[in-house]
């Protein structure tokens, strides 16, 4: 009965917040490096994107950095974004622990082909590649069993036909897990620096807090914790221009194998995209040769209109894995 009504509960906050959707901030597409802005990882996409207070997988590193001291080795994943316009966006993530902490690394980018026409032929002359990408390095200290504290390094490249830019950027982390690591309460600054051509970078203060049930086996323990259920909530302020965005989601694990998740998204800012967001998860230990190593893939689904609600322009499907080794 617990879960139905918080079930119940996000389906009332998040249809509190339809009304104002369609209003569009004054200084919306003010920023560069605008693909900083597409959410990584498909897990947290598939909880409405709220994963800042949550932040225990190799995800965080795009989320909150904070959050990698729940590395327990190592850990990779990579996530392929099928959306609309023929746009690829990719995501890398890599972390392993150290003796005082946790490091890891980091791509992520957005690309597309745009065609070159002298008139109007059915066959481009030529196609170009533009997009960006940011790459990073990641560094994260538990001060505490409770505290935790990260940061992430980034170099901004974005190409275009006729002009390209270079910048750089840090996310930095804080992150809280009380009540035996059942509450989670996080604070993150991301892509706070600079673009050479003197363009805001989509800069943000994002806030989470998750409660979580899971197994916590010893850190001697060779199995990794067993997620049971997750409710999770986050709020994303930028500092430049732009309206906060709410997003809130739950996960439910089924004897650690199946994971089901659910969310949603209410925002005012450019490219408002309040709605539904889904996605399951598949979990599984590798056998033989390969029993120290355990897979994870993840799905999610965001479906996506337009602000009048009526036509969609592109639904987004969003495939990655995780592994642990």
């Known amino acids: 009965m617990q879960r139905v009504f918080v079930i119940i509960t996000i389906f009332l906050i998040g249809t509190s917040g339809v009304s104002w959707s369609a209003d569009i901030h004054d200084d919306a597409g ?11 990882g498909s897990r947290p ?21 904070a ?12 996530m392929q974004n099928f959306s609309f316009a ?21 791509f992520v980018g957005a690309f597309t082909e745009i065609e070159r026409r002298i008139g109007p032929t059915d066959e481009p002359d030529s196609t170009v590649t533009v997009g960006g990408f940011a790459a990073g390095l990641s560094y994260a200290y538990a001060l505490s069993p409770e505290l935790s504290i990260g940061a992430t390094a980034k170099g901004i490249s974005q190409q275009f036909d006729i002009e390209d830019s270079f910048g750089a950027a840090v996310d930095v982390g804080i992150l809280f897990r009380l009540k035996d690591n059942q509450l989670g309460i996080g604070v993150t600054a991301q892509n706070v620096g600079f673009l050479d051509t003197d363009e805001d970078l989509p800069m ?5 807090i998750a409660y979580q049930v899971r197994t916590q086996p010893s850190l001697t323990d060779p199995t990794p914790p067993r997620d049971l259920f997750a409710i999770v909530g986050d709020v994303n302020i930028p500092l430049i221009a732009g309206y906060p965005t709410f997003h809130v989601g739950i ?6 194998v199946l994971a089901v998740r ?6 005012k800012g450019e490219n408002p995209k309040n709605g539904l967001t889904a996605g399951i998860g598949i979990r599984r230990k590798g056998e033989a040769s390969l029993e120290n190593i355990h897979f994870q893939f993840d799905y999610a689904f965001v479906p996506d209109k337009d602000i009048g609600g009526d036509e969609s322009i592109g639904s987004a499907h969003r495939i990655s894995f995780i592994t642990r080794f």
Do not use: C
């Not at 943000?204 to 989470?208: H, S, T, V, W």
């Not at 659910?262 to 925002?267: C, L, R, T």
């Open 86 to 106: 023929d746009i690829n966006n990719q995501s890398i993530g890599y972390a392993q622990r150290t003796n005082k902490g946790v490091w890891g690394a980091s």
């Open 204 to 208: 943000n203060i994002r806030g989470g």
């Open 251 to 256: 996960e439910n694990w089924f004897h650690d």
């Open 262 to 267: 659910v969310g949603y998204n209410i925002s």
């Open 67 to 78: 959050g990698l001291t729940a590395i327990r080795d190592h850990e990779l994943t990579a």
């Open 45 to 65: 996409v598939g909880m409405g994107g709220a994963f800042v207070g949550l932040a225990n997988d190799i995800n965080t590193i795009f989320w909150n950095p």
């Open 30 to 40: 003010t920023t560069g490096a605008a693909f900083l802005k597409i959410e990584a």
